[in-house]
């Protein structure tokens, strides 16, 4: 958590009184990582369907079945997402907290609300490209100097906003998701995607950061170029990962800091809950 109170964020970080939506929409068709399952949404009742009884003032109601992965569109993930060697955060074995209903910890149902200070480092911006390409390693030192350039200070608590400019490839499921087939085979010339690397993850594990977040579905680099970014945050650190988000419109208003807010949903057992996030500029 943010230890700075509502009356010291507020005033901080909300001058101009507009806000910038960091989701994208869930609909049938949109990108979903292949070791997802695909979104669907279809009507269980519709207005022409009866009823046994007559309602009042003839009214009729519609209602849906959706199938989706709690990892769809803008998402973030919980704890208990990723394990290294068999465990989870905080040193909880996998096998123990997996159940046929979903996991008993470390659950969507536990990542907590978050209105707290967000920093965002616009990579792309900063190496004045439209986007990084697939395979393209972001690291430490880079965002060390996007940090300068911005003239930002990342501090405990902060949810960390990295754009890699991948956003432009949403309406391309090929592209966006790395042109990866569903066997997950990430490696070949042109497949993966740009990202931050072990040394990246491991510096702002450091700074104490309670989220970081990109607008890819992986947030690290892949293929990899060492050890596993996911552990590193989730497992080894405790700390959240947004992802897919939509960073673009913020970053062309210029402002590198902001109010962020995001609510999960209290999804008991899964792995991770869509999110709509926004920040406050």
Same mark, same amino acid.
């Given at each position: 958590?943010?230890?700075?109170?509502?009356?010291?964020? #507020?005033?901080?970080?909300?001058?101009?009184?507009?806000?910038?939506?960091?989701?994208?929409?869930?609909?049938?068709?949109?990108?979903?990582?292949?070791?997802?399952?695909?979104?669907?949404?279809?009507?269980?009742?519709?207005?022409?369907?009866?009823?046994?009884?007559?309602?009042?003032?003839?009214?009729?109601?519609?209602?849906?079945? @959706?199938?989706?992965?709690?990892?769809?569109?803008?998402?973030?993930?919980?704890?208990?997402?990723?394990?290294?060697?068999?465990?989870?955060?905080?040193? #909880?074995?996998?096998?123990?907290?997996?159940?046929?209903?979903?996991?008993?910890?470390?659950?969507?149902?536990?990542?907590? &609300?978050?209105?707290?200070?967000?920093? +965002?480092? $616009? #990579?792309?911006?900063?190496?004045?490209? &439209?986007?990084?390409?697939?395979?393209?390693? @972001?690291?430490?030192?880079?965002?060390? !100097?996007?940090?300068?350039?911005?003239?930002?200070?990342?501090?405990?608590?902060?949810?960390?906003? @990295?754009?890699?400019?991948?956003?432009?490839?949403?309406?391309?499921?090929?592209?966006?998701?790395?042109?990866?087939?569903?066997?997950?085979?990430?490696?070949?010339?042109?497949?993966?995607?740009?990202?931050?690397?072990?040394?990246?993850?491991?510096?702002? !594990?450091?700074?104490?950061?309670?989220?970081?977040?990109?607008?890819?579905?992986?947030?690290?680099?892949?293929?990899?170029?060492? $050890?596993?970014?996911?552990? @590193?945050?989730?497992?080894?650190?405790?700390?959240?990962?947004?992802?897919?988000?939509? +960073?673009?419109?913020?970053?062309?208003?210029?402002?590198?800091?902001? +109010?962020?807010? !995001?609510?999960?949903? &209290? +999804?008991?057992?899964?792995?991770?809950?869509?999110?709509?996030?926004?920040?406050? #500029?």
């Amino acid at each position: 958590m943010n230890d700075l109170p509502v009356s010291t964020l #507020v005033p901080e970080l909300v001058r101009e009184n507009r806000s910038f939506d960091l989701s994208h929409q869930i609909a049938p068709g949109i990108p979903v990582f292949p070791h997802h399952v695909p979104f669907s949404v279809t009507l269980n009742r519709r207005h022409a369907d009866g009823f046994a009884q007559p309602r009042p003032g003839d009214t009729r109601f519609s209602n849906e079945i @959706i199938v989706m992965s709690a990892h769809t569109a803008t998402h973030v993930d919980a704890l208990g997402h990723f394990s290294r060697s068999g465990m989870l955060y905080g040193g #909880v074995r996998a096998q123990e907290v997996e159940t046929p209903t979903g996991l008993d910890r470390l659950d969507a149902a536990e990542i907590p &609300p978050f209105f707290c200070r967000a920093v +965002l480092l $616009d #990579v792309a911006g900063h190496r004045r490209v &439209p986007a990084l390409t697939a395979g393209e390693a @972001i690291t430490a030192d880079e965002l060390r !100097a996007v940090t300068e350039s911005a003239n930002v200070e990342i501090r405990a608590g902060d949810v960390v906003l @990295i754009r890699t400019g991948w956003q432009r490839h949403w309406g391309d499921d090929q592209r966006y998701n790395g042109g990866v087939g569903g066997d997950g085979e990430y490696q070949g010339t042109g497949r993966g995607w740009p990202g931050i690397d072990e040394s990246a993850a491991r510096w702002l !594990a450091g700074l104490g950061v309670r989220a970081v977040g990109a607008d890819t579905p992986v947030v690290e680099v892949i293929p990899f170029t060492g $050890d596993s970014v996911h552990a @590193i945050l989730l497992v080894d650190s405790g700390i959240y990962l947004f992802e897919n988000l939509a +960073l673009d419109e913020f970053a062309a208003h210029g402002r590198y800091e902001a +109010l962020f807010i !995001a609510v999960p949903l &209290p +999804l008991r057992g899964a792995t991770g809950s869509p999110v709509r996030p926004l920040v406050i #500029v």
